[in-house]
């Protein structure tokens, strides 16, 4: 759980790392890298070069010291050949007491002693070897052992004693690099030092790399001149051997030596010629931080120094520091101006999402604009804009063409229109207005007429929409102005139509049911037997004939608004009682029987056209006879519920079927074509009730369930009584 | 007083002039002369001297209201009541008629057995204030 999305979200943030418009972010972070780099690069640079000059004084430091201390030693050699030089015989005792007062150990750590060796001419070996015995030292001979020429014996060697007891009587000529050093130093009157060998006093211990320094004594006191004359008057060599370990140690006993160092008996860094290393045995593998050249007494040494270990360490600590904090720098560069383009990316996606919004929105305004401009012009009307707070209204060219008056370009007063309203309805349409505005109204619908250019009048119809602020103050009303002129004509047309064929069906139809009315009712005399059932038929479709005439002529009225009517205040339980007499023939035609409800208020009155109610009556009355079961009774009832009087129309016939319940008020309209053959009647009278009690400011309505009859009603609002 | 004989019946339609003479001579004994517009009238009325006139409103030429006025001239309406017949029976219709002097409107259709009691009764609302 978890691990999932916070996958997702790491991968979402490497996309945006790693996407094409973070270019910035990552060219900072190379740019800053480099810079970092080239700062670190510069900085080893200095530092090593700091370092290396601090190294070349040590190391100049360093191999002076050596310098120094190698002349001091060639100093004691040359005072020892001086003692030779200054006495014919040097004996062993004056050796002694001459190195004795030098203070070797002392003065001059790692100087192993200070020694003579003879040279030896091959004849007199036994003779020199006798006289060495003589000394006290029986054991002595010349070693190693063999005749050759030359020969040389180590005599004196001071201080005589532990290792040095070990070269006394060595002949140093028989090893090839003492051999060369001391004839070279023979030949040339010069000290030398050999190269690196091992002492012959390394008897014990550790085997340290040793050296050997030599200075020639002659037999005489001013050298001669060749190297033949040198090597034949050559008395002997004054020599110091050194334990190199040990001498180097004597040098810098004190010190705590700043930098490693190497050094070679040859130029050349040999592991053969290592004499000394504060490394370790063999030569680093590590290239020497500064090297130096010591030229001495006929050898070239070879010196190598590097930087210790730790300081190395703690140089490339710092450096590796300066690089993780340049490096780390250059991240938060990156991420800084990786967030930055991103919240730049962000801003500039919500300006291009907006920018694209506002197209939108402007194109859906440009099409709506269109549809509507489309829709208008369609639609033939004109439209209009009333401004409440400036009283003044703007209108459409097509609105000003429908009265043939001259367009306005901007509002104009209302008050200037109002002559345009026909002279009959204008206080009406006036009052309409101000009581839509007054009354909360939301819609507009007026028909009124409006004067043409020419004089006569248009019908119009003007309707609107009444905006209103939050006080629900009528602020502007919008709408238009449709020419009904047409159907206006054509509802007259009709309405004539209408009207002229019932009059001339009527007329007709008046002398029919008349005179089929006298002869039936034996104003002429007896009617024959056999005539008398086909007579009834006569007049009885005559007068279904002449019923539905009526009919028509109502519906046609009360549709084009033509009906009047005579409103009166009167009891209506009256005019329920003249119904029900009144129809009593037609109950009694269906073996029904009227009911009138016991408890009905003698003084309940409303405001009715009592002939209209009566046809009203009628109508409910014979249709709930029609729909009774034979023997059955229409009960009739009058109530009061609050304000208003409801009358009730009950039957206990099969009540209405659930799907004609919806267009029960239609005009024409019967649950089934047939019912109009077996029950009579136009289909027409439900249609003119309902018109008829909304006239009379009521309404009509019914209850029913199937198989259980129908209950018809209608409410008219109570009032007074009629005036005494 | 004079008794209720003559009646005049002015209708354009031939038929209805038939039906409604045989009711109201048959039915109601009284003597009719049936005349078929307003000029027609005119001429005929002095010499029948009508104690009713049963009057049509649509009619040709000269229709109810107008004949009414023009038979004003010729003879006292005050003495010989004038009922209309018509079709056009809306409560402001007739209001209209009334006002034009007529005594009542008879509707059309009317039933014939029953017009001549019909025109009885107004006669007899007419001249009981006389009485």
Redesign the interface.
């Known amino acids: 759980m978890g691990l999932r999305p916070a996958w997702e979200a790491c991968r979402a943030v490497a996309d945006g790392l790693f996407s094409r418009r973070n270019w910035l972010a990552w060219g900072v972070l190379l740019g800053s890298l480099g810079v970092v780099l080239l700062a670190w690069q510069t900085l080893r640079n200095n530092q090593h070069a700091a370092a290396t000059a601090q190294f070349a004084l040590l190391a100049d430091e360093l191999s002076q010291t050596l310098d120094e201390r190698m002349t001091d030693h060639e100093r004691i050699l040359l005072a020892a050949a001086g003692l030779f030089d200054a006495s014919q015989e040097v004996s062993r005792d004056d050796w002694k007491a001459f190195i004795q007062r030098l203070q070797l150990g002392e003065r001059y750590p790692g100087i192993q002693g200070v020694g003579f060796a003879e040279r030896v001419p091959g004849a007199e070996r036994s003779r020199f070897e006798a006289r060495v015995r003589a000394e006290g030292f029986a054991d002595f001979s010349i070693r190693p052992p063999g005749a050759r020429e030359p020969l040389s014996a180590i005599v004196y060697l001071e201080p005589f004693s532990g290792r040095n007891l070990a070269a006394f009587g060595f002949d140093m000529l028989t090893e090839s690099t003492r051999r060369q050093a001391m004839l070279a130093a023979a030949e040339s009157g010069a000290t030398r030092l050999s190269g690196k060998v091992t002492l012959v006093q390394e008897t014990h211990g550790k085997v340290q790399p040793g050296l050997l320094m030599y200075v020639p004594v002659y037999r005489s006191a001013t050298p001669p001149k060749t190297p033949e004359e040198r090597l034949q008057a050559l008395r002997g060599l004054v020599y110091s051997p050194y334990r190199v370990h040990d001498m180097i140690n004597g040098i810098f006993a004190n010190r705590r030596l700043p930098v490693d160092f190497e050094l070679f008996a040859e130029p050349s860094a040999s592991a053969e010629q290592l004499l000394f290393s504060s490394l370790g045995e063999q030569p680093s593998p590590r290239a020497p931080l500064s090297q130096r050249q010591l030229h001495l007494h006929g050898q070239t040494w070879l010196l190598r120094f590097y930087a210790p270990a730790e300081f190395a360490a703690s140089l490339s600590r710092s450096q590796l520091a300066q690089l993780l904090l340049g490096s780390l720098i250059s991240l938060l560069l990156f991420f800084l101006v990786s967030s930055l383009s991103r919240r730049r990316e962000q801003a500039q996606n919500l300006a291009t999402r907006m920018t694209e919004q506002l197209r939108r929105q402007e194109q859906d305004l440009r099409l709506n604009e269109e549809r509507l401009a489309l829709a208008v012009k369609g639609s033939n009307d004109g439209w209009w804009d009333y401004d409440v707070r400036t009283a003044s209204l703007l209108a459409s060219p097509r609105a000003w063409q429908i009265l043939d008056l001259p367009e306005h370009d901007s509002p104009v007063p209302l008050a200037s229109l109002e002559p345009l309203l026909a002279a009959d309805e204008r206080q009406a349409c006036l009052a309409h207005i101000r009581q839509a505005m007054a009354e909360q109204h939301t819609y507009l619908s007026i028909e009124t007429r409006l004067l043409h250019r020419a004089g006569h009048a248009v019908p119009v119809l003007l309707r609107g929409y009444i905006q209103r602020d939050a006080q629900q103050q009528p602020q502007r009303i919008s709408g238009t102005l449709m020419d009904i002129s047409e159907s206006k004509r054509i509802e007259q047309l009709k309405s004539d139509f209408v009207s002229t064929v019932s009059h001339e069906l009527r007329t007709p139809l008046t002398s029919i049911s008349g005179a089929l009315g006298l002869i039936s009712g034996g104003a002429l005399g007896a009617v024959p037997e056999r005539m008398a059932p086909l007579l009834r038929i006569a007049l009885h479709n005559s007068q279904r004939l002449s019923l539905l005439i009526d009919d028509l002529l109502d519906i046609d009225k009360l549709l084009a608004g033509k009906m009047s009517f005579d409103l009166q205040a009167q009891p209506l339980l009256p005019l329920l009682q003249e119904a029900l007499s009144s129809n009593q023939a037609y109950a009694e035609q269906y073996q029904v029987s009227y009911c009138l409800q016991p408890g009905s208020d003698p003084l309940a009155c409303a405001r009715v056209d009592a002939r209209r109610l009566q046809q009203v009556l009628a109508n409910l009355l014979s249709n709930a006879c029609k729909f009774s079961p034979p023997g059955a009774c229409v009960e009739l009832s009058l109530e009061r519920h609050g304000e208003l009087l409801r009358v009730s129309v009950r039957d206990h016939g099969e009540g209405i079927p659930a799907d004609f319940q919806a267009r029960i008020f239609q005009k024409f309209s019967q649950a089934d074509a047939s019912s109009t053959r077996q029950k009579g009647g136009t289909g027409l009278g439900l249609a003119i009730s309902k018109e008829l009690i909304e006239h009379m400011h009521g309404q009509l309505g019914f209850v029913s369930q199937l198989g259980q009859g129908a209950c018809f009603w209608f409410e008219l609002p109570a009032c007074a009584g009629p005036p005494v | 007083m004079s008794d209720l004989t003559r009646i005049l019946h002015i209708e354009d339609?031939r038929?209805?002039q038939?039906?409604?003479r045989?009711?109201l001579e048959?039915?109601g004994g009284f003597q009719v002369l049936s005349c078929s517009g307003g000029q027609e009238a005119l001429d005929k009325i002095l010499d029948f001297a009508p104690h009713f006139i049963l009057l049509d409103v649509?009619m040709p030429d000269m229709d109810g209201p107008q004949t009414l006025e023009r038979l004003r001239a010729v003879v006292d309406l005050e003495q010989i009541p004038v009922a209309f017949m018509t079709?056009k029976v809306?409560?402001?219709?007739i209001a209209h008629y009334l006002s034009l002097g007529a005594r009542d409107v008879i509707i059309?259709?009317?039933?014939?057995?029953q017009l001549a009691q019909q025109v009885r009764t107004i006669w007899q609302r007419t001249q009981a204030p006389h009485t």
């Not at chain 2, 059309?108 to 057995?113: I, L």
């Open positions: 339609d038929s209805i038939a039906v409604a045989v009711a048959t039915l649509m079709a809306q409560p402001n219709e059309k259709p009317f039933d014939p057995m």
